[in-house]
């Protein structure tokens, strides 16, 4: 008897919605001709379809769209108290897509966002010219902010014109962030010392869990020693811990896989941080009722939530024990609230 085949995944961007501003934009001409069989409808502002009422997150992200258009605002924003800017003079997120292609139950996406479909702003020379005044002095810029950048990259090669454009301005620092597993797309690319490419992990058992369309932590820590072997810098982020019965285990056991692979001389730096969000953005987590991880009954201070205090401080004390076997401290990095 003929087994049967399992179903086929949703098709990646059926539908292409194009701002008629950005028909011409040579970005939009060049992701039209990737996606040749995907449907187009022309409209006159993306917030027509991105900001339309009643949509239904969990239901749009298992058949996602994706909307391109024009930034008309700052692509760039100060970093904030949730990140670590690691020390330079200036450090700015840019935001040059809306929503990602990944679906973690803890994003806060999920709270910012009335739509789960993706935005991507093809003027990004406009971030080139609001960020030059400040490349006076050192200056970061996140370029994964609101999504991730990387997990899209063969579509909209935005990593590669930043990357060109950090060539040209030596004070420029760029952090590119990322759970992808799509190094290729970088490959032909010459490694800068102030680039660095920073990968989020977890256990195997949280992905699973909570980050849902995200490659695996084999494949995740492969393209980072791929990166190493091709000379970026490398930073390994284990933030947002999130906090489950099995902490003992799997986080511990995590900073021994991740060691098994990679050799921690050859990275940056190890980043350790439990999950936090704010207090607005986890009330409206809560409302799609999706995850336990938006019910913990967390301590809130300056609309910042967190895990309490004791908590939090078990799971950096716990987990800066265990990285300080491969790691001398000054290369572990903690976010902690300030109290
Ligand atoms: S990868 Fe980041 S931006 Fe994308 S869904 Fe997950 S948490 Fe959100």
């Keep these: 008897m003929k087994s049967s085949s399992p179903p086929s995944p949703p098709k990646l961007f059926s539908h292409l919605y194009i701002e008629r501003g950005v028909l011409e934009h040579p970005q939009t001409q060049r992701i039209r001709a990737k996606f040749a069989d995907s449907q187009v409808i022309l409209i006159d502002h993306y917030k027509e379809v991105f900001n339309r009422p009643a949509q239904s997150f969990a239901a749009q992200s298992g058949s996602k769209k994706l909307i391109l258009a024009r930034k008309e605002g700052k692509f760039l924003h100060e970093g904030s108290q949730y990140s670590d800017g690691f020390g330079t003079e200036q450090f700015f997120y840019a935001s040059s897509v809306m929503g990602c292609l990944y679906d973690c139950d803890y994003c806060y996406l999920q709270g910012l966002y009335p739509s789960a479909n993706t935005v991507l702003f093809v003027n990004l020379e406009d971030a080139f ?16 902010y609101d999504t991730d950048t990387m997990a899209i990259e063969s579509l909209t090669h935005q ?43 977890s256990p195997q058992e949280i992905i699973n ?18 990166a190493i072997a091709a000379g970026w810098n490398v930073r390994l982020c284990i933030d947002p811990v999130i906090y489950t019965e099995n902490f003992d285990i799997l986080y511990p056991k995590l900073i021994e896989t991740i060691f098994a692979t990679i050799d921690p001389n050859a990275i940056e730096h190890l980043t350790l941080g439990s999950f936090r969000m704010s207090q607005n953005h986890l009330r409206a987590l809560k409302k799609l009722r999706r995850s336990d991880v938006a019910f913990y009954p967390y301590s809130v201070s300056d609309e910042m939530a967190t895990y309490p205090e004791a908590i939090e401080t078990y799971i950096l004390e716990t987990l800066m024990a265990k990285a300080h076997q491969y790691l001398p401290k000054e290369r572990i990095r903690t976010w902690q609230r300030q109290l």
């Design 129 to 144: 010219e609001q960020l030059r005044p400040y490349l006076g002095k050192d200056t970061l810029v996140a370029t994964s």
């Design 159 to 201: 990593t590669l014109r930043w990357l060109e454009f950090a060539v040209e301005h030596e004070h420029l620092h760029l952090e590119i962030r990322t759970k992808s597993a799509n190094f290729k797309a970088l490959k032909n690319t010459t490694p800068s010392p102030r680039v660095t490419l920073a990968w989020t992990l």
């Design 209 to 226: 869990t909570y980050e849902h369309a995200t490659p695996s932590i084999e494949k995740r820590l492969n393209a980072a020693e791929e």
